[in-house]
């Protein structure tokens, strides 16, 4: 499935459907998925894309709507 993006904020993405989500750019070498309350927090490297972050996004979708 396609997606496309919103740029909601700064660093917060929405993907249609169904959520948005909190991108962070951070020093590590993996990127890590948290999801609470708030939603969807994405942190990742800043040499990994956000078509990258995407695709990952949607590999995870079910878990994340799982954790929503």
């Given at each position: ?33 948290i999801v609470d309350e ?31």
């Amino acid at each position: 499935l396609q997606r496309k993006i919103k740029k909601a904020g700064k660093n917060d993405f929405l993907l249609t459907p169904p959520f948005t989500y909190h991108l962070e750019r951070a020093k590590r070498k993996t990127v890590g998925f948290i999801v609470d309350e708030r939603g969807v927090t994405v942190r990742a490297p800043s040499w990994v894309s956000v078509s990258e972050i995407e695709k990952m996004l949607q590999t995870k979708e079910d878990w994340i709507q799982k954790k929503l």
